[in-house]
């Protein structure tokens, strides 16, 4: 029988082999002929053949269209079978080839192409794309391979060349079912290599002479090409031959235009020429000592600018032009030209710009790749002067640039699984350095998968009224695929971002029913994990702007990214930003037209997985402008507190203002000088930038503040911004309370770009008398001088750089229960570093840092300032913030509890963790203080965190959950939800696409909420049920469950309202066909519909279908498509991220209104359901309310009850059995039976008998 079917296959595949043949004569026949119909060919639809996919590399653009198969096959590999044997080709409107009008030309072997020029009347070939049908043969031999290399290779032998084919099998079928190709596999041939010879190849070029005049000798030499070192060339390699025979001359020999060579005949000099200068910065200020050299000899400086930014050059000619380069520390070099004229007289202008760090503006990006395959990791940074030495690193390496020859882009070809790894650029220029961020490469071995097909653990809270008989868990795995980018396939792999990329994500699940006891709940749990294109998520950034003092809104304020204005902010200072996915620095700077708070740039954290964080943003008001007269000296204070002294002090010298042309201003100024004071806490959210300079290797490290300022300065009578030169800055030292500070401040400026602090310059000490605040006699102090000048910039800082860093771990979690599968990701924990007053006493007295950090699903790591030698030399305040919500912080009081803080004793004491209302119970419970001593790595108990050492950010970030750590936790009681399709609200990627999934589209999220009023006593508990309503996939089935407590009205006595989310109706995620959800509304206890919203119940009943609503303990219907508003006690809220616009939907509904926000329930407004829930009576007291109504009367009836009992078991004989059945049978009938009736029972059985 096994030989018959060979026999039958072998017919077969000899068949279609015939057919195809044939189709592929018929093909090739005219070349030049219209189209008939589609195909080329014949199609073949017997066999195992099979169509390619359509392909379309080529435009109609130019000379026509060229669809060649060559090009195809560079683009798209292997899709391409190596012999195609029928072509099919239709336009991308879906029209034939045929049907076209067209002529066009096919080949099997090049393709298809469109000539424009061949076309009738003038017309242009259309757009085709075009596909291949493979050859039906099962087996067969590819080409040869050339000629291998001849086995000997000593010359004048012989020896053998061998070349290989390969038989291909296109079919998944058994070895031994599958015909195997005729012929031999490889071919030989004799070789022979050609007798031994010794050659001399020809002469090279002269070299050069060794002298230019007075007689030298110059050489050439030829190599020897032997093919065997048994022979020997004959005559000499090398011939020498005199040269520079003429007599050296007396003087110099350079021919000049004009003028006459300089002594040492370098160049040509023109006594009589004169070539005059000025140099200005970019704000018209002349620029003094600036260095002036010729470009063509840059290390000789020929002169210097004066104070009038002029300069003057004698003995340069001006023959043609000359190029003048100008230099001066802290600008950016130019180059010019000279001007000149017939008088003898060149003349130049060069405007100075000032020079800027570089920073990086396209960073690395992750990739996944196999081995074998190559990538290209990209950087690209911005500055004046422009970067112009760009270096790769692996894991901190250097990589050589000989070997991989990389610029500003790195090309890895042939990867290896021991390149994986983190890369990352640095760049420089003659203004610095800076690192981009690091990217890491995983290279993936061959054979290995990319993706672990088995999901993780993943446990799913389920309802309060589901315990799973037998182990009662309220938790159940449903399963998920891990966070991880994986090797796809891509269309082309050297971009530096990849077209698509690929993620670990859900391939297969199952519905399962979860065995509740009293009812069954299904649930989609993921079976098998692959290989899939990522889901890209919409990265936002929300927030509100408002001023530091008084919260007043930033008022339709400019927002800006860069260069590029990208927003406004709204009346109530609200924005809403989106940010690209390449996005790994965000720097933005809102600017306020109405100029009545200063230029703001802030540095966001963002969440990269999707989402949106919400920033809280302070800015300051700008201090009411002074008078002062440009022509006289000026000083303003820095800093005004009530009771203490100033910072520092800004000295202005006479006439040191000037316009944007460089002319000196003479008259009064509208001075302005607002300073964030570190001394008022307060001030700390309006911290412009990210407190961050560059240090001279490229890397960003941290600074620690005492006072930054903002300077205006305008002219009086129209308003025209002044700049000012020779600016000194006094900072008292009394104020710098770490005397180690004092050696190390500087004075900076912030990049508004950026968000990065620059150095503008030293400090330098002086003594001065001066009167204190308060004090009735003078003193001596000592203040630090720094000097600047006021130019585009207008942020100033009085920074110290500080190496005493540490990193806090913190965790955010879902409630009070800490649990580590509830876990927040996406929370904003900001940390404000503090300065204890003189003695280091635990009371802070200024702020020195501000940092924020986004949780991650391991926690956060936040940078802070730390001391090793005393505990409480640096404190820090910490708060959390999740879309606008302030999380609550792990208490201190009553008793400090490690279990409850997360962080063991006696580290703990150490760090004295107060949360803010641990000595005034009024104030609110969301921060915490701490000391920041810096773990002692020889103390065990100090090495297990929450306090981190700078340089182990990788064991702060990976550490496990039970390692310290400190805690913040959402309030948010008795609330609930499942869905079916398990889906992370904090993490967009996690999203499933599934007919059940609760929210159908990852780029937009749509909350619907039903406003639900209660009559009672109590806040009870409010169920929505949600299921597939008309939808042929989803009907009847289960999107998921939402439970919450009511909210107490406390403006009415006795009524409570809940906001309670249903699943919006709509198209599902594959966007065909809208299901309306049936939503079943139930309050759980003793509940009756009393009422429903008049508007409401008329838009179900003319929206049919209309579900039946029966019974009054719930209400059902078919969830509206149409956003109802606060008229149907309906709310619909569409959003970018689920959390924002279930936040905004929520408030709305709290406020019974369509357009505000509250969190204080208002049940007299937008109501849809009304219920009335009275609390049930009690009929029988338990002993328990017994005992505490009227103990001695209980106490007294329990004893003569123990005593009847004993006495009948001592008289108890087997014919009293018989009365219990009849008993039994009454209590059937009748269940209230007292405790009276029931005990006296017996006793009246005993006594009858």
Not at 294 to 299: E, F
Request: hydrophobic fraction near 30%; charge should be positive.
């Amino acid at each position: 029988m096994l030989e018959l079917n060979k026999v039958l296959l072998l017919l077969s595949v000899l068949a279609l082999v015939a057919l195809a043949q044939g189709s592929i004569t018929r093909g090739r026949s005219d070349r030049s002929r219209r189209m008939d119909l589609n195909l080329f060919t014949d199609v073949q639809t017997t066999g195992v053949t099979e169509w390619t996919s359509w392909f379309n590399i080529d435009h109609p653009g130019g000379n026509g269209d060229y669809e060649r198969l060559e090009a195809i096959r560079f683009y798209y590999r292997e899709r391409v079978c190596t012999r195609p044997m029928a072509m099919e080709a239709r336009t991308t409107d879906w029209v034939s080839a045929a049907d076209t009008g067209e002529v066009v030309h096919s080949s099997l072997e090049k393709g298809f192409w469109c000539i424009n020029k061949e076309q009738p009347n003038g017309r242009v070939c259309s757009n085709y794309h075009v596909r291949f049908q493979c050859p039906p043969e099962q087996s067969y031999w590819t080409t040869w391979s050339e000629w291998g290399p001849c086995s000997t290779t000593v010359c004048n032998d012989v020896g053998i060349q061998v070349r290989q084919r390969k038989c291909v099998n296109t079919q998944p079928m058994p070895l031994l079912l599958v015909p195997a190709c005729q012929g031999r596999h490889s071919e030989r041939r004799e070789c022979s290599n050609p007798p031994c010879t010794a050659e001399w190849g020809p002469w090279g070029q002269w070299g050069s002479c060794s002298v230019t005049c007075g007689g030298g000798r110059r050489i050439r030499r030829r190599t020897c090409i032997r093919t065997s070192l048994t022979v020997q060339c004959s005559g000499r390699p090398g011939e020498i031959q005199k040269c520079g025979k003429s007599p050296c001359p007396a003087k110099c020999q350079r021919m000049c235009i004009e003028g006459s060579p300089n002594d040492d005949c370098s160049l040509c000099v023109c006594d009589s020429h004169v070539v005059v200068g000025e140099v200005r910065s970019v704000t018209g200020v002349p620029v003094a000592r600036a260095s002036v050299v010729l470009a063509s000899q840059p290390k000789i400086i020929l002169a210097r600018t004066n104070a009038k930014g002029q300069f003057r050059l004698t003995g340069v000619c001006s023959s043609s032009s000359t190029l003048i380069s100008i230099r001066k520390e802290k600008f950016a070099p130019v180059t010019v030209s000279t001007f000149s004229n017939t008088t003898g007289l060149s003349w130049v202008q060069a405007v100075l710009k000032s020079a800027e760090k570089p920073y990086i503006v396209k960073h690395p990006e992750d990739k996944v790749r196999y081995a074998g395959g190559r990538v290209l990791l990209c950087c690209k940074a911005m500055g004046l002067p422009s970067p112009d030495k760009y270096y790769w690193y692996h894991n901190g390496s250097l990589l050589d640039r000989k070997i991989y020859k990389y610029e500003e882009d790195l090309v890895l070809r042939d990867l290896k699984p021991e390149q994986s790894g983190q890369y990352y650029c640095k760049t420089s220029s003659p203004a610095g350095s800076i690192k981009s961020s690091p990217s890491f490469l995983t290279v993936i071995a061959k054979g290995s998968p990319a993706c672990n097909s088995t999901p993780e653990t993943h446990l799913i809270r389920l309802p309060m009224d589901c315990a799973q008989p037998g182990t009662k868990s309220q938790y159940y795995n449903a399963g998920r695929c891990p966070h991880n980018k994986c090797a796809g396939s891509l269309d082309f792999d050297m971009r530096c971002r990849d077209g698509n990329t690929f993620c670990c994500g859900v391939q297969n699940m199952e519905t399962r029913m979860i065995d509740c006891g009293s009812y069954s709940l299904p649930i989609r749990a993921v079976t098998q994990c692959g290989c899939q294109k990522c889901v890209q998520p919409t990265v936002l950034v929300r927030g509100r702007v408002v001023s530091a003092d008084s919260n007043e809104p930033l008022r339709f304020g400019h927002i800006y990214i860069g260069k590029e204005r990208v927003g406004t902010t709204g009346y109530q200072g609200s924005f809403s930003l989106e940010i690209t996915h390449d996005t790994q620095r965000l720097v933005i700077n809102f600017v306020d037209p109405t100029e009545k708070f200063i230029d703001t740039p802030k540095v966001f954290v963002f969440d990269k997985k999707g989402g949106s964080i919400y920033h809280d943003v302070k800015v300051m008001r700008k201090q009411i402008p002074i008078d002062i007269n440009a022509a006289e000296a000026n000083s303003i204070n820095l800093g005004e507190i009530h009771g203490e002294d100033p910072i520092g002090q800004l000295v202005i010298p006479p006439n040191s203002f000037h316009k944007d042309n460089g002319e000196i201003y003479e008259g009064t100024v509208k001075a302005s000088v607002t300073f964030i004071d570190p001394r008022n806490i307060t001030t700390a959210a309006a911290t412009p930038g990210d407190l961050n300079f560059v240090d001279d290797e490229g890397d960003m490290l941290p600074l620690r503040t005492y006072g930054m300022f903002s300077v205006d300065f305008r002219d009086e009578t129209n308003k025209e911004v002044l700049g000012a030169g020779a600016v000194q800055v006094l900072l008292d030292t009394q104020h710098v309370k770490m005397q180690e500070h004092i050696p190390k401040m500087k004075l900076w400026s912030l990049n508004p770009d950026t968000g990065i602090w620059e150095e503008e310059s030293d400090f330098s000490y002086t003594t001065e008398t001066t009167g204190g605040h308060g004090r009735s006699k003078r003193e001596e102090r000592t203040f630090l001088i720094g000097n600047m000048e006021i130019r585009e910039r207008r942020l100033f800082n009085l920074d110290v750089p500080e190496n005493r860093r540490c990193y806090v771990k913190v965790r955010a979690y879902m409630s009070d229960k800490f649990l580590p599968s509830e876990q927040l990701e996406g929370v904003v924990i900001t940390l404000i570093n503090l300065e204890p007053k003189p003695g280091y006493s635990s009371n802070p007295r200024a702020w020195g840092r501000f940092d924020s950090v986004i949780t991650g699903a391991n926690g956060a790591c936040l940078p802070a300032f730390c001391d090793a030698l005393r505990p409480d030399a640096y404190t820090a305040y910490v708060t959390a913030m999740m879309g606008g919500e302030e999380l609550e912080a792990a208490p201190s009081s009553p008793k400090m509890n490690p279990n409850i803080i997360g962080v063991s004793q006696p580290y703990l004491d150490k760090l004295d963790y107060q949360r803010s209302d641990h000595d005034d119970p009024a104030l609110k419970k969301t921060a915490f203080r701490i000391n920041l001593a810096k773990p002692n790595q020889n103390n065990f108990d100090e090495t297990n965190g929450p306090i981190y050492p700078y340089r182990n950010l990788l064991g702060c970030e990976n550490a496990p959950v039970d390692a310290n750590h400190f805690r913040f936790f959402r309030v948010e009681k008795d609330k609930y939800e499942y869905n079916v399709v398990p889906f992370e609200e904090t993490d967009l990627t996690t999203w499933t696409g599934d007919y059940l999934s609760w929210w159908p589209n990852p780029q937009e999220f749509r909350a619907c909420y039903i406003k639900v009023k209660i009559h009672g006593q109590k806040e009870v508990m409010v169920r929505s049920k949600n299921l597939g309503g008309t939808h042929r996939e989803t009907k009847g089935n289960l999107y998921g469950i939402r439970d919450i407590r009511s909210t107490r009205d406390m403006r009415e006595a006795n009524t409570s309202a809940a906001c309670v989310e249903f699943k919006c109706s709509g198209m599902l995620f594959d966007q065909a066909q809208v299901d309306r959800s049936l939503i079943s509304i139930m309050p759980q206890g003793n509940c009756r519909r009393i009422s429903t919203n008049s508007l409401l119940q008329e838009y179900l009943i003319k929206h049919p279908p209309v579900a039946q609503n029966n019974e009054s303990y719930a209400f059902t219907m078919l969830a509206p498509v149409d956003p109802l508003g606060h008229n149907y006690g309906i709310y619909t809220v569409t959003d970018q991220n689920p959390k924002v616009a279930k936040e905004i939907a929520i408030g709305r509904c709290f406020d019974g209104t369509s357009d505000g926000f509250s969190r204080e329930m208002k049940t007299d407004y937008g109501v849809a359901l009304t219920f009335n829930c009275p609390e049930r009576k009690i009929n029988r007291e338990s002993l328990f309310q017994r005992l505490q109504t009227n103990p001695a009367q209980t106490l007294s009836q329990m004893a003569r009850d123990m005593r009847e009992s004993e006495g009948l078991q001592v008289q108890r004989s087997p014919a009293r059995i018989v009365a219990y059945p009849s008993e039994q049978q009454g209590r059937t009938q009748s269940r209230r039976v007292s405790s009276s009736t029931r005990r006296r029972t017996p006793m009246r059985t005993q006594q009858r008998q």
